[in-house]
């Protein structure tokens, strides 16, 4: 394998960056699941147009990581927060894609607490954008994993808020499977963000 010992510090910040939009644009496409008339299909869809653009986002950096030699920052916090993100968008896609399969389109609307916690990961990922613009700099980041761990205590409470509304009899039990398995995915989306910013604190402590 050819190394390259010269430090590509900008193509490590572009690559995060780049996965961090792409998480804007899939909680953007996440939040048509509110409006009155949605093609779910079509959500389902372009989710996981954006999650193959997001692996191979994630390919890119990892060829980039295993040929330098000098790093910007710890090769392995490099390698953890690429993967986070993308786990970030697999959450998503599933959220989409399985509101799509399981027909839960058929259903009056969707649970409220569910818009909640899209809600959630909308803000999660705008302020996970503007932080990987900051990454670089390592400035004005505590602000960034201090609201993100509160947006992900946020989506916990509408997690465990949307669990009551399943099990209270509203729905039938096919029903409460699909529906816990999408309830599943969307708080694992905030868990995921949450990692995200944890482990940009974490490279801020070691980098500062």
């Known amino acids: ?29 996440l939040a048509e699941l509110s409006e009155a008339e949605v093609d779910y299909q079509s959500v389902s869809d372009r ?27 710890d090769r392995e916090d490099i390698y953890r927060l690429g993967s986070q993100l993308d786990d970030v968008m697999d959450h998503m ?5 399985l509101i799509y399969l399981y027909g839960l389109s058929e259903l009056p609307s969707l ?8 809600d959630v990961l909308s803000a999660s990922a705008e302020h ?9 700099a390592l400035r004005d980041l505590e602000s960034y994993w201090i609201e993100v761990n509160r947006l992900e205590n946020e989506g916990d409470r509408a997690y465990r808020m949307l669990l009551v509304r ?5 729905y039938d039990a096919l029903t409460v499977l ?14 995921a963000f949450e990692h995200v910013a944890n482990t940009v604190e974490t490279i801020a402590v070691k980098e500062s």
């Open 128 to 136: 996970t954008a503007r932080a990987m613009r900051r990454l670089k």
């Open 47 to 73: 989710l996981v147009d954006i999650e193959h653009d997001n692996d191979d986002v994630t390919h890119r950096m990892l060829r980039t990581l295993n040929s330098t030699f000098v790093t910007p920052f």
């Open 111 to 118: 649970p409220r607490e569910m818009h909640e916690l899209i």
């Open 178 to 191: 699909k529906l816990k398995e999408v309830a599943d995915e969307l708080e694992a989306a905030a868990d």
């Open 166 to 170: 399943l099990f209270s009899g509203e």
């Open 1 to 29: 394998m050819r190394f390259n010992l010269r430090p590509k510090a900008d193509e490590f910040y572009d690559f995060f960056s780049e996965a961090a939009d792409n998480l804007v644009k899939g909680a953007a496409i």
């Open 93 to 97: 896609e599933a959220v989409g894609n």
